[in-house]
C-alpha cells in the first residue's frame, strides 16, 4: 500500500473556526490531491498540487485554501468553517500522470 | 458536474453470481479507472483502461470501453462477500489525471451469502 496518513481521522468543530487537515506521503510523489465525498455527490476535487509551492483549484474550491511547502505534506485548511464543509475528505497522491492515484483512509469532518 | 455516472446506484445478488456495473462520461478522455471502496475507508485502485483499449482483465475483473459512445463497464465473475462494497469510475480528461480525477457517485454493491 502506498504510504499515505491522513490526520486527523476524526474532527468535530464549531461554525466560524479554522480547521486544517493534514496529508502525508512517504512515496516522494510529485501529485497531490484533496477530495470531499458526499452522499448522492461521489469525490469532488477540492484543490491539488503538481509540486512544492505548486497548486490550483478543483471543482469545489470555495472556502478551501491549501499549501505544500514540502514534497511528503499536503494541506487543506478551511479558514472559516461552515456547517456544509461537513464531509468526509479524501487526500490522494500519484507519481506520474496516466497512473492511478492512491488514497488515504480519509477523514471524517463534523462542523457543528 | 459529475462526469462520470454509475449505473446502477445499487445492486445486490447471491454470492457466486457476475456482478456488471456500467458508467458513462462526458467528454474524451485519456484513460477511466476502477476503484473500490469498503465502508469506512478509502478508495482502492482496481483497473485502469486506455482510451486506445477495449477490453482488460485483471484477476476476476473484466472492464470495456467504448469510446464512441463514452461508456464503460466493469464484470466481477464469480462474486464472493468479500466483493460486498462501492465501485467508483473515474475519468482523467485529456489532462491524464494531472489535475485530478472526475468519479461517478458510485455503485453499491452487495453480495448475500
Known amino acids: 500500500d502506498a504510504g499515505i496518513t491522513q490526520s486527523p481521522r476524526h474532527k468535530v468543530t464549531e461554525t466560524g473556526t479554522p480547521v486544517t487537515l493534514r496529508c502525508h506521503q512517504t512515496?516522494?510523489?510529485?501529485?497531490m490531491y484533496w477530495y470531499r465525498q458526499d452522499p448522492g455527490h461521489g469525490l469532488r476535487l477540492i484543490h491539488y498540487s503538481y509540486g512544492v509551492k505548486d497548486t490550483d483549484k478543483g471543482e469545489v474550491s470555495d472556502g478551501y485554501s491549501v499549501s505544500r511547502s514540502k514534497t511528503e505534506d499536503f494541506l487543506l485548511t478551511l479558514e472559516s468553517a461552515t456547517s456544509s464543509q461537513t464531509s468526509v475528505y479524501f487526500c490522494?497522491?500519484?507519481?506520474?500522470?496516466?497512473?492511478?492515484?492512491?488514497f488515504g483512509d480519509g477523514t471524517r469532518l463534523s462542523i457543528l | 458536474s459529475q462526469q462520470g455516472e454509475e449505473d446502477p446506484q445499487a445492486l445486490s445478488i447471491q454470492e457466486g453470481e457476475n456482478a456488471t456495473m456500467n458508467c458513462s462520461y462526458k467528454?474524451?478522455?485519456?484513460?477511466l479507472q476502477w476503484y473500490r471502496q469498503n465502508s469506512g475507508r478509502g478508495l482502492v485502485h482496481l483497473i485502469l483502461?486506455?482510451?486506445?483499449?477495449r477490453e482488460k482483465h485483471s484477476g476476476r475483473l473484466r472492464v470495456t470501453l467504448d469510446t464512441s459512445k463514452k461508456s464503460s463497464s466493469l464484470l466481477i465473475t464469480a462474486s464472493r462477500a468479500a466483493d460486498t462494497a462501492s465501485y467508483f469510475c473515474a475519468t482523467d480528461g485529456t489532462g491524464g489525471g494531472a489535475d485530478g480525477l472526475t468519479f461517478g457517485k458510485g455503485t453499491h454493491l452487495i453480495i448475500q451469502p
Open positions: 467528454t474524451s478522455i485519456n484513460n
Open positions: 512515496e516522494n510523489h510529485r501529485y
Open positions: 483502461i486506455r482510451s486506445n483499449e
Open positions: 490522494a497522491i500519484t507519481g506520474q500522470i496516466n497512473q492511478p492515484q492512491h
